[in-house]
């Protein structure tokens, strides 16, 4: 059974920096979609970021386009993102997500992952 922990939330004030991080156990992380999604109260959860492990491409939403960058350490299980230049309405909930499938140039939406972290807290003040 695949488990997926994050950690690496918090509260910033704008224009700051965290990096989240997300370890996973119990599956090989081969040829497999990770994801970073958030949802704030009130909101839908959305796609961030995506990273396929067969080729390594990643895939951002145009909202954290050029402030976020996903990676991953294949030898950790460990997925990351890297937030810079925050801003308030990046708080929300974040979540880290992994399934078998192919997602080069996609996998933003939710009902595509099977495997979910608990999420972590992130708050950015104006």
């Known amino acids: 059974q695949v488990q997926l922990v994050e950690s690496g939330g918090g509260s910033v004030q704008a224009g700051g920096s965290l990096r989240l991080s997300c370890t996973g156990s119990?599956?090989?992380?081969?040829?497999?979609?990770l994801g970073w999604f958030r949802q704030a109260p009130g909101k839908e959860r959305e796609g961030v970021a995506t990273i396929y492990t067969g080729s390594g491409s990643t895939y951002y939403a145009d909202s954290v386009k050029g402030r976020f960058t996903i990676s991953q350490n294949n030898a950790k299980n460990t997925l990351y993102l890297q937030m810079n230049s925050l801003k308030p309405e990046d708080t929300a909930m974040y979540y880290c997500?992994?399934?078998?499938?192919?997602?080069?140039?996609?996998?933003?939406?939710?009902?595509?992952?099977?495997?979910w972290g608990q999420g972590t807290q992130v708050t950015v003040s104006s």
């Open positions: 997500a992994a399934d078998f499938f192919e997602c080069d140039s996609g996998g933003l939406e939710a009902y595509e992952y099977n495997y």
């Open positions: 119990g599956g090989t992380y081969s040829r497999r979609c």
